[in-house]
């Protein structure tokens, strides 16, 4: 098969899954409300708590709402990952998930193709929300807004395999929501998103562990150095590798031969 025709499908699947977006403006709104909210209450609350700023890795001294803004932006692509695998739950009931896969084209490039049509929806959530966070004095240096955008990349890739892969293991577009939410909270809270990894260490080694371990923490940290363009080493091999990991099992889940739906529909 040729690329033309492989850029057609991939333009395809991009436009339709920007199509949905645009048809659906509450879910743009939701997605820009809930780390707003965060931001403007959570943020204001805990800067009278914990003081003006918060040591941040690479050793400078921020406010503790543009500690956190990392920590929302990814949490918009973790819940964008989980929008999008909502709808291949809805398309399996429906049979659009059948009609994609049954195409000519590789069952893994037809995956990624949405994979990416669901990031780059993310990675347009959260420019959306920079823009209203400059007015809460959410800064970062000009490189820093390019920069964050192949981090973005990665990170939305990660979070939406992570949501790709659990959709395979939904039976119903009903139970759907509960798994989002036992999926979404413990990562975010578990994480590095809203206090650093050295206050966690003080507080409890156990939950710093768990921390550590977290998927979520590494693409929070990706995000956060690439805002002031710096590098993460440890986060970018640990976002790249589950990245793989999750696109892979969510690949071999979606296969009917071998995967987990064929294994429901014998059941």
């Known amino acids: ?60 001294y921020i406010p503790y709402e543009v500690y956190i803004a990392p920590g929302l932006m990814a949490m918009i692509q973790l819940f964008n990952g989980m929008q999008s695998s909502l709808t291949m739950v809805y398309d399996r009931e429906t049979g659009g998930m059948r009609t994609l896969l049954v195409s000519p084209f590789p069952r893994g490039f037809l995956l990624s193709a949405k994979l990416m049509a669901g990031t780059f929806v993310s990675i347009l959530q959260v420019y959306a929300f920079l823009v209203v966070a400059w007015f809460w004095e959410v800064e970062a240096p ?37 798994v989002m939410n036992f999926v979404i909270f413990p990562m975010f809270f578990a ?60 690949i071999l889940a979606y296969d009917p031969a071998r995967g987990l739906i064929a294994r429901r529909a014998g059941g």
């Open 1 to 60: 098969m040729s690329t033309g025709a492989y850029w057609i499908c991939l333009k395809g699947i991009v436009w339709r899954e920007a199509l949905r977006f645009v048809h659906q403006r509450e879910r743009f709104i939701s997605a820009l409300v809930r780390p707003l909210l965060w931001l403007f209450v959570f943020a204001a609350g805990f800067r009278q708590v914990l003081g003006v700023s918060i040591i941040p890795p690479y050793e400078t």
């Open 142 to 178: 000009w490189y820093g807004y390019l920069a964050i955008l192949p981090a973005m990349l990665l990170t939305g890739m990660m979070l939406g395999a992570l949501g790709m892969l659990i959709s395979s293991l939904v039976k119903r577009l009903e139970n759907f929501a509960g």
């Open 191 to 250: 994480s590095s998103a809203l206090y650093p990894l050295w206050k966690m260490r003080e507080a409890s080694p156990l939950l710093y562990q768990i921390c550590a371990l977290n998927p979520f923490t590494h693409a929070t940290e990706l995000i956060r150095f690439a805002f002031y363009g710096k590098l993460d080493l440890l986060a970018l091999g640990v976002v790249a590798g589950c990245t793989l990991l999750f696109l892979a099992a969510a």
